[in-house]
């Protein structure tokens, strides 16, 4: 007799044996069948160290002629982070849009100017749901088209798409995951961005708006998705997205924390730096989102039984929780993805664990170990 084996996973077992399985592509959430189908073609990678801080965080150009804006190519990969897709256009990681997580530390600090610390837990945390430990590469999201794989992959969304990680309902420029499209630029969401700075910043986006902004999203998800969640970590990139644009859109060389509206939508929707753009002036991280928050408190929840049933959720980690966040994070996404890794992938996310850790050390969190028993 035969083990039994859902359909889902038969299904994956098909396709993951009838084409190439991409490199950047995510293995978090496969099953014991489809990972034993998968990783004997997959080249080990020995994860990297990731880099401490810059030796000089002063503002300078970075819209420079080492890193000019390029329209995308064919197979190009983009996703639900403007951040992101802007790096990649301007080549600060490569411009196909599939990275490593150390390219992506380098990046973000040398463009924008983030804290180290900040930058090393959000990037890890991401590449261990996003990202692929074996091959040490990740897609920062958006629909692939099977590009380099003989024969084509389907088109499939993947990389920073999972739900509910860094991407999540309430987007300043994208549609909650229920409306079918939450990786792809939406005018709409824009539009209202565009329309709370002009009613509370007088044409410019700053705190007073991100926080007028957040309680809107929230409202509008509250009463229009009926599956909308906002439990950690999305928790904290939702309001970590709200400031973001203040601290990093704007140029380093400007002091008074007023985005230009057609400043963001060149980052938001061009992906492109503007002309003679200069980085912030020292490294920043999520400067403003408690404003943001203490302005509308919001418990973390979702709505249980269709549109506006939002029930707190006591398990979610707060905003002011941070080793409880890391905890859950470690002891329940991570070991729900990966339940019993094995030889160079249980290497791979040991050693992933460990960095994402070392980013906590200014929090003084205790460090977990999901696999200690295995």
Not at 170 to 179: E, G
Request: hydrophobic share 35%.
């Amino acid at each position: 007799m035969f083990p039994s084996i859902p359909f889902y996973s038969l299904i994956a077992l098909s396709i993951c044996t009838t084409r190439a399985f991409p490199a950047y592509e995510s293995l978090a959430g496969l099953s014991k069948e489809e990972l034993d189908a998968v990783l004997p073609a997959l080249e080990f990678q020995q994860p990297q160290s990731p880099p401490g801080p810059l030796a000089n965080d002063s503002t300078k150009l970075v819209h420079n002629g080492a890193h000019p804006h390029r329209a995308l190519q064919p197979g190009d990969i983009r996703g639900p982070c403007p951040a992101l897709n802007t790096l990649a256009s301007h080549g600060y990681i490569p411009r196909n849009g599939i990275a490593t997580p150390v390219q992506i530390i380098h990046a973000v600090q040398e463009a924008f100017n983030l804290e180290n610390e900040f930058a090393r837990f959000l990037v890890y945390s991401t590449f261990l749901v996003n990202g692929n430990p074996i091959t040490n590469l990740m897609s920062i999201g958006g629909q692939t088209s099977g590009t380099g794989t003989n024969p084509p992959a389907p088109a499939t969304v993947g990389g920073l798409n999972s739900h509910n990680n860094c991407e999540g309902d309430t987007s300043m420029t994208r549609a909650d995951f229920f409306f079918g499209n939450n990786h792809n630029f939406n005018e709409t969401r824009f539009q209202t961005f565009v329309d709370f700075s002009n009613k509370f910043g007088g044409g410019k986006y700053n705190l007073t708006v991100a926080a007028e902004l957040r309680n809107h999203l929230f409202q509008d998800s509250l009463m229009n998705n009926p599956t909308f969640s906002l439990v950690s970590p999305r928790l904290f990139t939702a309001y970590g997205e709200s400031v973001f644009p203040i601290n990093f859109f704007i140029d380093g060389r400007q002091k008074d924390g007023q985005l230009d509206l057609d400043v963001a939508r060149s980052f938001v929707q061009n992906m492109r730096m503007p002309d003679g753009f200069h980085r912030h002036d020292g490294a920043i991280s999520n400067v403003g989102f408690e404003y943001v928050f203490n302005q509308y408190p919001i418990q973390p929840g979702a709505n249980v039984n269709g549109v506006n049933t939002y029930t707190p959720d006591p398990t979610s980690a707060t905003l002011d929780q941070p080793c409880l966040r890391y905890t859950n994070f470690v002891n329940i996404n991570i070991k729900s993805l990966y339940p019993s890794p094995t030889g160079d992938l249980r290497t791979a996310l040991d050693a992933n664990l460990e960095f994402l850790f070392q980013a906590t050390a200014s929090n003084g969190c205790l460090q977990v170990f999901p696999y200690a028993m295995n």
